[in-house]
Structure formats: C-alpha cells, structure tokens
C-alpha cells in the first residue's frame, strides 16, 4: 500500500502566531539624549561657535519667544515639489530687542584650553546689568592673545514682558585674525547691536533653547511606553519587568518615572522667513497670548521653537549646514494676525 507523507506544518503556524518567537520592537525612549539632565540655567549655553573667516561678524543673537502664528509664502527650493507654489506653514515669532556691548575678553591657547587673560569693559552700562553681572572699569589689554569674544547683554525693559534683568551672553566673532577681531568688537562697544545687522531673510539659523518643563510623570508620557492589558496584575501606565534576576541591579537603560522636560536643547538649520520692525503686520488682535504686543524687530521662523513663552532664546550661526542649500529671499504672501484667545 503507497503511503502519502504531509508535511508537518503546525510548528510554523505556532512560530507565526507568537508561540515561541517573540516579535522584537524598538526601545520604547529615545537614547539620542542622555542622561535626561534638567538645565541648569533658562539661558542656553552655546559651548561652540561656527568658524567662518571670510568676514567680520557676530555669530550670535538673543531673543524672546512671543509665541505661534500662521503665514503664507511661495517655495523656492529647487528640490521640492511645490516650487513656485504657495504654501502654508506654522511661523515662531522671536522679539529681538537690540544688544549692548558689555565687555570685551581675550582669549589664549594653552595645553588645558582657551583662558581668558584680559578683559576690556565698555565705559557706558546700562544699571539694570548690575543685577545680573559684576561690571569693572578695568582696560586689561594682553599683548598676546589668539581669540577675541564680545560678552553681550540684552534690554528686556524694551518688551512688554515685564522684565528688567537682562541676559548677559558671550558671542563669537567670526574672522581669521585676532587684531581684526579686536578692532571690530571695539567698534562695538557703547553702541546698539540689532538682530538686522547679523542675519538677514532667507538664511538658516541654528536655535539654543530650554524645552518646557513637565514636572514628574509617568513611565507612558515620559518614555512612550504602550499601556499594559486590563488584564495585568498591578499597574497598566507602566512597564512589565525593570529587568532580568542576573545581573541584580536595573538598567539604567530601562524606562521609569522621573522629572521630565526644561532640557538645553539645540535645532538646527531653522529657516528665517522674514526680519522686519514693522510691528502692525505681526501683532495680533489684542496681543499674543502669555506675552503681549510686540515693540522691537522680530524673526519669523519657520515651524516651532524650542520653550515656553516669554522664554529667552539664542540664535546662532548654522553649524550643520546642507551643502546644497541656496539662499533665496522667501516672498511672504500672508501672515495671520487673528487672535488665538480660546483656540
């Protein structure tokens, strides 16, 4: 008698049904960021300043978050497919209140790094510096010395936020020489420094700011992770197991509850849409929400910004800039000034 031989197919249907073979799912949390560390001041700190020797400038801008609009404008990257179309996209408003120079430091290069040998200060300060910063009549001029920076402070008694206390802000200047680059910082001093006279439309813009802070939360918010079945014995927003028996400790690697957000964060190559002093085409009806109405020159960013309202921010050279990016001014068809009370 011929005998007929069927293949065995039911441990492959128990393998696809997630019998034996557990499916695999990526990290529930990010790791690009760690350790999750709250800043420890609001003004971010800018440890690196892009080099560029083909002029004298500053590298670098303070700036107060107003708040979010809407605008209207006609692409003109030659690598999208909406060029020479119109397109909506969601704008960050920043009020830049012109800086003042406070001082000017010099720097020397030693087998530990930049230290600073000498600091020149301007002879006319404003007197609400005194709350933030110690200020000298001191002219310490080194005979050598390989980098020069401009320590800046901010006029916020020029918003409407309320504030007096300026941030004070080290800035880069952009040069190969060190004479030059003393030459240019003290043309600077005891004079206005506008956000004009840095970037201009149609650049990007690298944004240091610290991010809202939440509180403490929960394993679900904090890290993403999927609720647990109703079926689970104990928690459902939580995770399953901290970890394994061996080795006896937790992972720091594993997703906990804990104080989440108010971290220094930096986005890079954001775009400016438009710098302007014309304050009726950006002010909204009856002002912008947790901030007011806006008195000095402003930059539209294109999408978000990094932090709270009111929350001051810096701006700053590109460091990563993509190589085939051309600059073009963008043409700004429209931009919303309807109030945003009870959206």
């Known amino acids: 008698m011929l005998e007929l031989k069927v293949p065995r197919v039911y441990n492959i249907i128990r393998v696809k049904m997630g019998g034996s073979n557990r499916s695999h799912h990526p990290h529930r949390g990010s790791m690009q960021f760690w350790p999750r560390k709250r800043a420890t001041r609001v003004l971010a700190r800018v440890r690196n300043w892009v080099k560029k020797n083909d ?67 301007a002879t006319k300060v404003d007197k609400e510096v005194k709350r933030k910063a110690r200020v000298s009549k001191k002219q310490d001029v080194p005979t050598e010395f390989d980098d ?67 509180g403490f939360q929960g394993t679900v918010k904090r890290y993403g992770v999927k609720r647990r079945s109703h079926k689970s014995e104990k928690t459902i927003r939580g995770i399953g197991t901290l970890g394994s028996w061996t080795p006896k400790r937790v992972e720091y690697t594993v997703a906990q509850p804990g104080k989440m957000g108010f971290h220094q964060r930096t986005e890079y190559n954001k775009l400016c849409l438009k710098i302007s002093d014309k304050h009726k085409e950006i002010n909204q009806d009856g002002g912008f929400l947790h901030y007011g109405v806006i008195k000095n020159d402003y930059l539209l960013i294109k999408g978000s910004v990094t932090g709270s309202a009111n929350r001051q921010v810096v701006l700053s050279e590109p460091m990563r800039k993509p190589i085939k990016f051309k600059e073009n001014k963008p043409e700004l068809t429209y931009i919303s000034t309807r109030s945003k009370q009870g959206r």
Request: hydrophobic share 35%; aromatic share 8%; charged share 25%.
């Open 55 to 121: 002029e004298l400038k500053l590298l670098g801008f303070v700036g107060y978050k107003v708040g979010m609009t809407h605008a209207s404008y006609k692409e003109q990257n030659n690598f999208s497919k909406l060029k020479g179309k119109e397109r909506s996209t969601a704008v960050t408003v920043i009020e830049c209140p012109p800086l003042k120079a406070l001082s000017i430091r010099f720097y020397k290069n030693t087998n530990e790094g930049l230290k600073v040998v000498g600091e020149y200060f």
């Open 148 to 214: 020069v920076r401009l320590l800046v402070y901010s006029q916020p008694k020029l918003t409407g936020t309320g504030k007096k206390t300026p941030d004070v802000l080290e800035l880069g200047i952009s040069g190969a020489d060190a004479q030059a680059k003393l030459e240019f910082a003290k043309n600077l001093l005891d004079k206005e420094i506008k956000v004009s006279d840095i970037f201009h439309e149609g650049q990007l813009i690298d944004i240091h700011g610290v991010t809202k802070g939440k």
